[in-house]
């Protein structure tokens, strides 16, 4: 079965700062992974995933992530933070042999303080 | 493209009386998806069809909830009689699944928040 943790419930960083979110996966085949960014009273969008290509992933607004197998980790990253990426971000497995079920982590609140 | 349509964007009614929500899928996807969120449980999965047909509903909290999918522009999800513990932001995804490949990204709406009284 796939299921996907994240570590931090919130993250504060200063503006201009380095953005790290955590993220392990389990998963009984290489997995498809995604992260997901929800603004307040927003839908969900994605910011990049990652189907056993590339390990390093870039996203939209300046986001990465790094699949790394080892590690069973998918951490996102972005060099500097800005104050409109304050938002919910979900680390997401896909569930293969589950059609396209997808199974979320239970997000990350990133907090960016002046 | 318009994205996922969902409407309406607010709901507010009183304990027992019905509420539908409504979806317009991504023109050309394959699967929708219906999910739950709230504070408590965060995102829940609670229904998920492929080509109309509703492939996995255990997420479906108990027999008051119902969806369907009449036609693959349109999917209703319906609360009949609907309690204050089921207020929360409805979200409707879809997607084009690719038989063998995974990693099939979900587009969500822009949610339904219910709230009942």
């Known amino acids: 079965a796939q299921s996907v943790t994240q570590l931090d419930s919130h993250v504060s960083v200063s503006e201009g700062t380095p953005v790290l979110l955590r993220c392990n996966y389990s998963?009984?085949?290489?997995?498809?992974l995604f992260w997901y960014v929800q603004h307040p009273n927003k839908g969900l969008q994605l910011l990049l995933k990652y189907t056993s290509a590339a390990t390093l992933v870039k996203g939209i607004n300046g986001f990465e992530a790094e699949f790394k197998k080892s590690e069973t980790s998918f951490h996102l990253t972005k060099p500097s933070a800005h104050m409109s990426d304050a938002a919910e971000y979900f680390c997401v497995v896909h569930r293969r042999n589950a059609g396209n079920m997808l199974t979320f982590g239970g997000g990350t609140r990133l907090m960016v303080k002046p | 493209d318009a994205g996922v349509i969902q409407s309406p964007r607010h709901e507010v009614t009183e304990m027992g009386q019905e509420v539908t929500l409504r979806c317009k899928p991504i023109?050309?996807?394959?699967?929708l998806f219906w999910y739950r969120q709230t504070m408590m449980r965060g995102l829940e999965l609670l229904i998920y069809?492929?080509?109309?047909?509703?492939?996995?509903d255990s997420g479906m909290p108990e027999d008051r909830f119902s969806a369907k999918m009449p036609n693959a522009s349109f999917s209703t999800l319906k609360i009949q009689p609907s309690e204050p513990r089921d207020s929360a932001v409805y979200f409707c995804a879809s997607s084009l699944l690719s038989i063998g490949r995974g990693g099939d990204t979900q587009y969500f709406g822009p949610g339904t928040r219910l709230t009942v009284l």
């Open positions: 069809f492929n080509n109309n047909v509703p492939i996995d």
């Open positions: 023109s050309g996807h394959n699967s």
């Open positions: 998963s009984s085949y290489s997995p498809s």
